[in-house]
């Protein structure tokens, strides 16, 4: 099974994912994690990356799709694999589609109202990592981490004109994709309105198993 999610910040992709590995047995795949991979163990894809965006710069085309074609090649996406993150424009895609021959490209579909519900109520720990929020998943305390006891805070892009902005760029950059993969007989939109277990249901419906 070789996945693609699209969705706009805050359709839950990452959630999904996570459980769709689990239940198909195949690698999530995001290039945010491996970006980071990259620059942690020093590669010279990660020294690249990490001087691009020390300068404030975006990560061209070129080394974006080389980082995913040899994630590609590993021995445990050989049965498939979930792309989140990537590709972000068509002609990601288009490079995409001489890597692997996708079987499905699902298309997390949430209005907007919604997508700034969910992600202006995130909060954050800032040494644990551990995200809550206010209305699904608030801490034992308003506002303190359950562990530290640390204060919990905003992060300036969950802010709701930060999130109208990162809309914005989803909209300009990535919709495009959308008309792309359906023109292929590829896309499946799944409503991802509710809880992370009903969308699952939803995503396992559509692909059938």
Request: aromatic share 8%.
């Amino acid at each position: 099974m070789k996945l693609v999610f699209l969705g706009p910040p805050g359709a839950g992709k990452g959630t999904i994912a996570a459980r769709a590995r689990e239940h198909y047995q195949i690698p999530h795949i995001s290039t945010g994690d491996l970006f980071r991979t990259h620059i942690k163990e020093h590669t010279p894809l990660g020294s690249e990356v990490e001087a691009i965006l020390g300068r404030g710069d975006l990560v061209p085309d070129a080394i974006t799709v080389e980082m995913v074609r040899e994630r590609l090649s590993a021995d445990d996406a050989q049965r498939g694999f979930i792309l989140d993150g990537f590709p972000r424009t068509i002609a990601q895609a288009d490079a995409l589609a001489q890597m692997a021959r996708l079987d499905y490209v699902v298309n997390f579909v949430l209005d907007e109202e919604v997508i700034i519900a969910r992600l202006s109520g995130r909060r954050v720990c800032k040494s644990t990592g551990r995200i809550y929020h206010i209305l699904y998943d608030p801490p034992k305390v308003d506002g303190i981490d359950d562990e530290s006891g640390e204060v919990l805070i905003q992060r300036d892009d969950d802010k709701p004109e930060a999130i109208h902005n990162r809309l914005l760029v989803y909209q300009r950059q990535t919709f495009p994709l959308i008309g792309y993969y359906r023109s292929m007989g590829l896309l499946v939109d799944i409503d991802a309105k509710g809880t992370p277990l009903e969308v699952f249901a939803r995503l396992k419906a559509e692909l059938g198993f």
